[in-house]
């Protein structure tokens, strides 16, 4: 009978329905409230053909706190080019300076351009699909014109730093700043925000870019482990499995790769 009586006990404290919370005690009722996630645009990378790489593309993220602390966040993704101009890059999620070894980063998404093909497919990781786009090369746009800007609230001011060298590559370095006067952008004071390149004539890309602007923090973004042997064929297709959902039509249904992807 006692064995019984402390099985009973036993049950009834596990099933006994655990005691509500009241509004005191719970707080004042609200809607979710979403943070809204900072963005950073990332390394170019234009369609050149007869320029293949390969090579990781870091990024370096530094915010200021207004008590003078800092938040630093990086990550490193691996991209590629082929001869014909195609790419392959990844997307990879921030994770903080110093790392305390739980977060680790993670390619979320992948992209794969074909400017042969014309197409554009951007593929979730986690979801397995890949949504496609079509593609064409932008037109290239000379750049703008240092001074005063048309719009009278900006000045662009640009510097020729030389020729040098960056991972064994030869990079012609500039810097540009840009002066946005008060209330350009509702800034009670001038904001200064200016950008170093260190470009590649040879890949037509930025080996390395460092942005300084007030609001968004100080950017390094670069380019190592650089290789200019062209990555496996396999790179640069979409992987085996994924359901592909074709956005070139507007009545165009979710379909599956083909087997030769």
């Keep these: 009978m006692r064995q019984f009586?402390?099985?009973?006990?036993?049950?009834?404290?596990?099933?006994?329905?655990?005691?509500?919370?009241?509004?005191?005690?719970?707080?004042?009722?609200h809607a979710p409230d979403f943070r809204a996630l900072p963005h950073?645009?990332?390394?170019?990378?234009?369609?050149?053909?007869h320029a293949p790489f390969m090579a990781?593309?870091?990024?370096?993220?530094?915010?200021t706190l207004p008590d003078g602390s800092t938040v630093t966040q990086q990550n490193a993704r691996v991209v590629?080019?082929?001869?014909?101009?195609?790419?392959f890059q990844e997307r990879r999620t921030f994770v903080p300076v110093p790392s305390d070894g739980k977060q680790e980063s993670r390619a979320y998404a992948t992209e794969y351009t074909d400017p042969v093909?014309?197409?554009?497919?951007?593929?979730?990781?986690?979801?397995?699909?890949?949504?496609?786009?079509?593609?064409?090369?932008?037109?290239?746009?000379?750049?703008?014109?240092?001074?005063?800007?048309?719009?009278?609230?900006?000045?662009?001011?640009?510097?020729?730093?030389?020729?040098d060298t960056?991972?064994?590559?030869?990079?012609q370095r500039s810097r540009e700043t840009i002066t946005l006067y008060?209330?350009?952008?509702?800034?009670?004071?001038?904001?200064?925000r200016t950008s170093e390149y260190w470009?590649?004539?040879?890949?037509?890309?930025n080996a390395q870019v460092k942005r300084h602007d007030p609001r968004d923090g100080d950017q390094t973004l670069w380019l190592t482990d650089i290789s200019l042997t062209a990555a496996e064929p396999e790179t640069f297709k979409v992987p085996a499995g994924y359901r592909v959902i074709d956005h070139r039509d507007a009545g165009a249904a979710a379909r599956q790769p083909e087997a030769d992807r």
Excluded at 166 to 171: E, K, N
Aim: some cysteine.
């Design 5 to 29: 009586a402390t099985a009973f006990l036993a049950v009834f404290i596990t099933l006994a329905p655990k005691p509500c919370l009241t509004a005191q005690e719970a707080g004042p009722e």
């Design 40 to 49: 950073i645009a990332p390394l170019y990378f234009p369609p050149k053909p």
């Design 56 to 63: 990781l593309a870091k990024t370096l993220w530094v915010h």
């Design 80 to 87: 590629a080019r082929d001869v014909e101009g195609r790419i």
């Design 117 to 163: 093909a014309h197409t554009l497919y951007r593929c979730n990781a986690d979801m397995k699909v890949c949504n496609l786009f079509p593609y064409y090369e932008p037109i290239t746009e000379a750049l703008v014109p240092a001074g005063l800007q048309p719009d009278g609230t900006t000045y662009l001011t640009r510097e020729n730093l030389g020729m």
């Design 166 to 171: 960056f991972s064994g590559l030869d990079v």
């Design 182 to 192: 008060a209330q350009t952008a509702g800034n009670s004071r001038t904001i200064l």
């Design 199 to 205: 470009y590649s004539p040879a890949l037509g890309v």
